[in-house]
């Protein structure tokens, strides 16, 4: 399977699972009147809304590049994924808030709760499922729209095992599960800040990471014909890299020459780097070009 459909599997599959923990999480609040599933349950409609944003994402962010957006569509992965941070803020303000309150009022009547262990322990089975999955498809695509779902998905299981021990220990005392959750949505906001700055980093250009920087620039210098470079820069967008190079060559080389060691850069650096397209612009080494030079 390529990774692109790898990636829309997951993405599929995870909007299923957030479809039939809603199913359940409605009956059981229905049945039991617990406000942790209640809580439990707006987390999993975030997760769904979220998860359908990716599969979008996903399956256009994939799409080859056409004339109007000639650098590809990769950057949508960021986009979701920098809404579906937003999002996951979102509900664990929420989730403080609900704990709060409970806190203070001390008034649950929970029913059933039967019920309502059978449906927390189904959901975290389906969600570990999911997780694992997710995880392989992260392990072998880097894509970050899947790490984002993930961190979803991971909040979920924390969130509903607190609900399965609070159902378990209502009973003797009430306020056990409000604090471990406000633990647990302190937690999540702070993993939360990674994908934050990694979509912001994307869609900011920020240069790729330094080894590759510096295993693309080897490449570049170990080109016989090569007697420098200025003007390096890179970008990433999806899982492709833009890279631009002024590259100084022998000023009395013909034009055919120097465009001939411009396409074999080009290659060399396509053969280490698939995804990736170099523009080398050709200077004559030893030209005042102080003017124009960056880093
Ligand atoms: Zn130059
Ligand atoms: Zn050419």
């Not at 998860?51 to 949508?76: C, E, M, W």
């Not at 994924?81 to 409970?102: C, D, K, N, P």
């Amino acid at each position: 399977m390529t990774n692109d459909r790898l990636v829309q599997l997951t993405s599929k599959a995870s909007v299923a699972a957030a479809f039939m923990l809603i199913i359940a999480k409605l009956y059981a609040v229905y049945t039991t009147h617990s406000l942790g599933i209640l809580s439990s349950l707006f987390d999993s409609s975030v997760d769904m809304i979220a998860s359908i944003g990716n599969l979008i994402a996903v399956t256009i962010a994939a799409r080859p590049a056409d004339h109007k957006y000639q650098f590809g569509y990769g950057k949508l992965e960021a986009v979701a994924a920098l809404i579906q941070s937003i999002l996951i803020g979102a509900s664990l303000l929420f989730l403080v808030s609900e704990a709060l309150q409970r806190f203070f009022s001390n008034d649950i009547t929970v029913t059933h709760s039967t019920t309502g262990i059978w449906v927390m322990a189904l959901s975290i089975v389906m969600t570990l499922g999911l997780t694992a999955f997710q995880r392989y498809t992260i392990q072998r695509t880097q894509s970050l729209a899947i790490k984002a779902d993930m961190l979803h998905y991971k909040t979920d299981t924390a969130v509903n095992i607190v609900v399965l021990i609070s159902l378990f220990l209502n009973t003797y005392y009430n306020n056990i599960d409000t604090i471990a959750c406000i633990g647990i949505c302190g937690y999540v906001m702070w993993a939360t800040r990674h994908i934050v700055v990694e979509s912001l980093e994307v869609l900011l250009d920020k240069e790729i990471n330094v080894k590759d920087q510096s295993n693309i620039k080897a490449i570049l210098n170990n080109h016989p014909s090569v007697k420098g470079f200025h003007n390096f820069r890179t970008r990433s967008s999806g899982k492709r890299i833009f890279i631009e190079a002024h590259i100084e060559m022998d000023p009395k080389l013909t034009l055919v020459e120097a465009h001939n060691i411009a396409h074999d850069l080009k290659d060399a650096v396509e053969a280490v780097y698939p995804h990736s397209e170099m523009i080398v612009h050709q200077d004559p080494v030893g030209y005042d070009e102080s003017s124009e030079r960056r880093f």
